[in-house]
């Protein structure tokens, strides 16, 4: 097994069914704050799937989608906390 | 000649800013405008009688083949001078009529241009301009009927007129395209040649219908006749120059004009036979049952007109005659009562003849002109009218069918306008004066002139006929496409068949005159019928035609926002989807097709769930967050398909998006849930159809072979060229840089646009200034 | 994957016009975005896809050595999504000033301006 | 009111760094993944973060001038960038107009890279504008 | 032997990522998931990302990937912090075995203020016990 | 390089835009400098268009890469007709915006935008790409939402909702059918489209693409079953706005319709078909919508949907001479409605409502304004020889011919409908009594104003009754301008060679 | 002004390693470049005290690395393990240290170690407020915490 169907068949598809475990969670919630926990780190973990992806295809351009990955992911949770704090609750 | 037409129309343009100068005490001189007309054209009585036919053509539009085509023949030089010289005594007639009126200059104006349109309409040889002639005497008899604006039955009687004779002129339109598909040429001098084959060509009788159409609008035939007395609503002189002389004859105008390009045909001839009897009879009876002066008159006209019709349908030699005559006969007598009626309404202040007798104690003028229109009405020698009467007998008797139907109605008709006659010309005048009218002032001059020197035509030109006979009736005779050499007018035809019949009209005639007094029971009596009078009958349908309008309009304008989106997706869906059950392969070629890996099967899954979720989930917030994973999904595929670019500026962008949400929405109320599961059904299922038909739309294009020409163009110039390596980036700043100039504008605007709706507020005032504020009545309304 | 990614278009689409079916204004907008990316993602599909190979040359070279993925429709989905954006935040601002002028969020109430005035 | 602490602390580290990174974007786009478009999206987003943790008002301060005005200006070098080839050597709208040698960091510089620039700084101002907006309206 | 080290950092990389799934799965309160998730995941990207640097080893991806490991380092913590906050703003409880809460009565509502002790105006802070169940 | 000339009306209302954007709190500047644009505008649309008509079709083709690679910018004479139409309604409007838009609205970007609004109109005349036809759309929808939306209050607001997610919709349909179009011939330069797609073979596919872009034009150009968005919302915003959306924003629809049905998609009868059917239910819905209306601006509104129908039924029958009478129409039809929206704001700035029932009494009052407003109402109709009568010999001729004698009824219905429309509208708000309505403190009323301020409600009116009068007095002038234009759309190959064969 | 400059140098380090382009021009390029941001964003503000006392910000960053490796093992064992022996709670931490720095970075390495969580600084920046997973002794806790992170952060921000 080379380095690249090790990562294609081993690393991605962990990687992946962690993100399947992150959506169960999004989607159970059962707080708001649930779900942009589990929307964050998907997000990460997207970062995660893209760095091996990059190897596998040998394309380092990929990275910097991985890179705008992370700065927006944190504005996102930062944004969607503000909100979750700043909502009148009724 | 085209200075002549449109001298009307100068006149009325110099009016619009002249108007002051006409209204006072120099009126009178606006009618030196059709004076000078008559004049121009009775210098061509030489010409035209001498068998001579002027035509005079300027370019206007070669690209329509449309020229200002004009040609100066009996039939068009008689209907001229009607025109100008009747338009001479109602211009002068006005002068004093309307004195002093506020408006008086625009009155002026209408007539003028009214004056112009008619004379354009009868000299026209181009259809078009014919048309365009034709439509302006519609529009500008609108301002004439609805002078009295402020009236509401008179801004009704003008909404009518205009509706039934627009209709008309479209008709007309529709014909001349046809004609003019038919022989190529708008020229109705060219047509006369092709008159065989239009008659052999399959669209004739569409053809004959259009000009049936216009004719029978504009004249008011049965069943369109209803528009002419609630026209009645003009002021006298309208009354007087629309419904005697002019508008009302264009209809026959263009009967008599296409007789010889469309007439000899059964369908021709019949029609207007039937049609002209219908009406002329129809009318005549309900003179009978009318009390107002005018609307005796109006009723008469339509007969007159029928009769008019009805000869042209005879399509004899004989018929054409009587009909020439008819329409001397018909314009100077019926000008005659119109402007009598006039008189008598502006110095009594009323037209209902149950109340009027005597007035010849004050009026004599008046009085001696209406008793001759009357008897030139009736009939009777030794006025032009008796000689019409006669004519129209002898035509009738050679008609070539049924022809004991046919004299049975004309001789009513006869009867019964000879007794309309009566009532409006000799009534009035005889008989003992009632007091409400003892102090009625006597008309002056310029009113009480023009009624009798008409009404001295017709004594004048029954007595000597051959005034008019080669001047004006022969070549009349010769342009509707018979032979006139044999003419020979005569008051006097000898004892015959004919001459009998006409004492019996006269005898019937007068004795119905002393018989039957004009009531209002009789008009009551005939109100009875309105429900089924054709106006009412229309009246109805344009009821539920407004009814099925209002539904039709708000079945679709109901203002549900996703009713609308409904019914276009639904539209998008049945025709797509009809194409496509048609056509589509539904074959995949599984080799072109890139493989599936499992991290692809998962990302497109969560990007499910992400979608399910933003649609099912009750809460707005969840709804966006589950908007990012739907993003996150979408970004990975980018990234998978090698568009890092696109995966970039779609997460931003989607975080962006999200961010807005975010701030907008706790501003925003809960989501609540609005529809029935019935509508969520009906919805789902629309939209499933819809996202399937996308779905098969792919597959299908995916089939077909691929063409990379353009992007390999791209690719092969990027750096080479345009100096950058990311080929994404050169097409965004440099292949298609307009492309992005023109999308950041866009990003500006909408910036410049959220800016604007959240930092201005209206101050109280111009709020209301700019809600219209109608509307927000109505909705307070309807809130109550 | 073709297929799948047709599939998920179809859904895209399917849902966004449901959303826009809905009464409340959110939801019409979520459904525009949907709607927005089925629409980019189409256009991707039919652009025909290609799997790690983005269109960018590498450091040395000049032209393309290898195959590469269509540029044009990755440059068309940029331009429409940057134009989705401004649409999609005038929309959302629109809602927002719509609901503080009308008072609802429901689209049925809004309904003013196609009754007779 | 809402700030805290960290968040404040970290934006305020975050915000340089994340303006020279959105520079670096904009300015390698030509070249790899990147480009004005979102170069000024990561320049907004790092000033975005700032008025979260500090409150928009300080943002502004930060700012200078309002950011609605970057848009007309970097329109303005865009459209110059294209209208430069017609104007001056009577090429067609948006044709690419390139220094002969190389420069430094850049590599070759032409009218794209200022055209790019002026994306940047509209997508800068469009966004800034739109999330100021609704924040002081919200 | 480059390509084990690879394997070994993208493997624990991995694992972590997919620990920190499972925890989030798994832990029994919103408090518990964040504080799982936050490191475990940051470390698994941040292995992921080392095998990067190690197997295009240049300098562009390289300081690339520090910068992306860098940010996450940087901003997990403080994003774990603002939701945690808001979190127990709006009323998310802790697990019902936790032992002790702190923060209780020290929260004020409307000024979304913390003190360090709690205040004398009880009404206005935030309180859990008093909190119905969402 | 003379064909640089093509692209002069966009640069110039880009800078204009830009500029105004620059002075933004000026109002005075705005107004100005927004008059002198347009005259310079419409100067050089005049130049533009004797140009392409002296010298024939050119193109011009962007960063200098060759087509179809690059976008082509393409002036045929349908496009620098109506950027020449554009520039008039455009200095009309503008001018009347001057006076009748409230100053807040002028303060927050109402000009800029405006301009930005000709541009895209503009450039949507101009291009020659699909691709690009759909940036420029998006530009136009994008001003057309703020226009519509500036200051808005509840009534325009609504009308904006529904406005922007139809138009939404349209472009997401437009989208839509250019990802197929591309994915089946991997072009987007509509002249080398041309080629491609009569190359495919599978017709059907084509067929569903030329539906998809029937229907994204469709709705932009407000077709049955279609047009919600426009009755919805045209009587909301200012009049200035609505003026030039009623001018032409639905005409870029037919446009693109136009260009597209005869560059593209070429005479398929199926789609003749759908399209005879949509326009002889647009004239009848439309007609029957404006009769039952009681807001003058509704009534103009549905009018132009039913008006629209003529021009889609040339598309339709597609022969010359049809499309011949669709482009005269159009002509006609752009500078009369929006014409006709600055005749409703003058009503409105006089007695201050549009709703008939309340108005009244303007003839007795203003009568030289009556009459001047006479002109486009009446040109509406097409009272022969004014302006509006003219295309239908051409569509009543091609109807005729084509044996379609529906769309023939159709088309005399709905001239038949807006004559008894337009008469009832005179009657009502011009002849009937005045009614004494409630006065409004605040309200400018018309009576109220300084001459030089009614006179920027008056000169643009009149400017384009003048238009109006020369498009119908002219009209030999104008026939043989559409069937020239008829004749390039017809014989298409003209444009194909002149985008693709072109060398500089 | 020495901030500022010893910020600028740290950015134009940061603008090299993105590019990755270690040349004189590029030093400079971004030396230029950073200066202008820095200009931009610290108009009209002072800044806190800068030092690098780099011996002890490498103690700091590997006791810190230590601590999220032996962390991470821990939770990963609780995590895959069946039965959950947690004993969480909320902690009050007085705080020692007073700069905003000081406290962020103590919060963050806080946070980054598994089994603990910062979960908000009151506004008087006397107390941090930690989640904690196990909660034996609440004593030794915060030494733990005051010993081992604050006092190191303490040492390189002096
Ligand atoms: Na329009
Ligand atoms: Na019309």
Known sequence: MTLFEYLHYIILPVLVISAVLILWRFIKGPSIADKIVALDLLITTGIGVIAVYSIIYDHSTLMDTALILALIAFLSTVALSYYLEKRKRK | MLTAILTGFLFSIFLVFAGKFFKGKLSILSSLVPLGLFLYFLKFIPEVSGGEIIMRSYEWIPSFNVDLGFKLDGLSLLFSLMITGIGFLV?????????????????????????????????ADNMITLFVFWELTSISSFFLIGFNNTNPASRKSAMTALGITGIGGLSLLAGALLLNNITGTYSISEMLTMSEMIRANEFYFLAVLFIFGAAFTKSAQFPFHFWLPGAMKAPTPVSTYLHSATMVKAGVYLLMRFTPVLGGESIWNNSLIIIGGITMVYSAVHTIFRTDLKGILA???????????????????????????????????????????????????????????????????????????????????????????????????????????????????????????????????????????????????????????????????????????????KPVVEAMGADASEIHLALWHGFNLVFILSLITIGVGTALYFIIKPSEKLEQGIAKFDSIAPENILEKFNEIFVTVANFWTNFFQNGYLRNYISIIILFLVVLVGYIMIGNTSYSIDYNSLSKITVYEITTTLILIAGIFYTVFTQSRLAAVVAMGVVGLSICLIFVFYSAPDLAMTQFSIDTLTVILFVLVLYKLPKYLKLSDYKTRLRDGILSSIFGLIITVLALEVLSEPVSKEVGDFYAANSYIEAHGKNVVNVILVDFRGAD??????????????????????????????????????ENEKKKK | MEILLAIMVGILYGTGIYMMLRRSMVKLILGIILLGNGANLLIFLLGRITKGAPPIIDGSAKVFAEAYADPVPQALILTAIVISFGLQSFAIVLVKRAHTVVRTDDLDEMNATDEDS | ????????????YLLPVLLVFSIFILLRGHYLPGGGFVGGLIASIAFILHSFANGLSKTKELLIMHPGFLLPIGLAISFLSGFAPVVLYDLPFMTGLWSHDPVAILGTVGSALFFDIGVYLVVNGVTLTIIFTISESA | MIDIVIGILATFGALFVLFAAIGLVRMPDTYLRISVTTKAATLGVGLVLMSTMVYFSNADVTSQAFVIILFLFLTAPVSAHLIGRASYFIGVKLWDKSVMDELRGKYQKNTHILKSIVDDTPEDNVDHTKMEDK | MNEQLILYPLFLQMAISIILLFGWSNIKFQKVFSIIGSVLGLGLAIWLFSYIWNNGTQTIQAGNWEAPFGITFVADMLSVTLVLLTAISGLAVSIFSGASVLKDRLRFGYFPIYHFLLLGLNGAFLTGDIFNLYVWFEIIIISSFVLITIGGEKAQLEGAVKYFTLNILASMIFLTAIAVLYGITGSLNMADLAGQVAMVENRGLVQITALLFLIGFGIKAGVFPLYFWLPASYHTPPFAVSAIFGGLLTKVGVYALIRVFTLIFVDDPFLNNIIMIIAILTLVSGGVGALVQNNMRKVFSYLIICHIGYMIAGIGMFTEIAIAGAIFYLIHDIIVKTNLFMVSGVVYRIKGTNSMRDLGGIYAKWPKISLLLFIPLFSLVGIPPLSGFWPKINLIKAGLTNGSYITVGAIIFASFITLVIIAKLWAEVFWKNDKELPLRSNFGYFNKMTSFKRSQFVVPVALLSIVSLYIGFGAEHIQELSARIADELVNSQGYVDAVLNSKD | MKNKFLSNILLTFVWVALTGDFSVENYLFGFFLNFHILWLITVGRKRSKYFLIVPKVIILLLFFLYELIKANLEVAYEVITPKLNMTPGIIMVPLDVKSDIGITVLANMISLTPGTLSLDVSNDKKVLFVHAMYIKDKEKFIRGIKDGFERRIMEVLS
Do not use: C
């Open chain 2, 740 to 777: 992005t100039l023109i999308e950041i504008s866009v990003l500006s605007i909408a910036a410049v646009g959220v800016f604007g709706l959240m930092k201005l507020r209206l101050k109280m005032k111009d709020r209301l200034r700019y809600a219209d504020r109608s509307l927000n009545v």
């Open chain 2, 299 to 473: 009723y008469s006209t339509i007969s007159a007109l029928g009769i008019l019709v009805f000869l042209t349908g005879l399509g004899t030699q004989a018929a054409f005659l009587a009909a020439a005559v008819f329409v001397i006969v018909h314009a100077l007598y019926k000008a005659t009562l119109f402007l009598v009626t006039g008189i008598i309404d502006h110095q009594t202040h009323t037209r209902d003849v149950t109340r009027l007798s005597g007035l010849n104690k004050i009026m004599l003028p008046v009085g001696i002109a209406g008793i001759l229109a009357a008897i030139s009405s009736a009939g009777i020698p030794p006025t032009i009218g008796f000689l019409g009467k006669e004519l129209t007998y002898e035509a009738s008797l050679h008609s070539e069918t049924v022809v004991i139907i046919i004299m049975i109605a004309i001789v009513l008709t006869k009867i019964l306008l000879l007794y309309a006659g009566f009532v409006a010309g000799i009534k009035p005048f005889t008989g003992k004066l009632p007091d409400e009218h003892a102090n009625t002032k006597k008309p002056g001059f310029i009113l009480w002139f023009p009624p009798l020197l008409l009404a001295l035509l017709g004594l004048v030109f029954g007595v000597a006929p051959f005034i008019i006979e080669s001047a004006l009736i």
């Open chain 4, 1 to 12: 009111m809402r700030t805290t602490i960290i968040l404040k602390t970290a934006s305020n």
């Open chain 2, 91 to 123: 211009f002068a007639y006005t002068s004093s009529y309307l004195k002093g009126h506020e408006y008086l200059d625009r009155f002026y104006g209408y007539l003028a241009s009214f004056m112009g349109a008619m004379l354009g309409l009868v000299l």
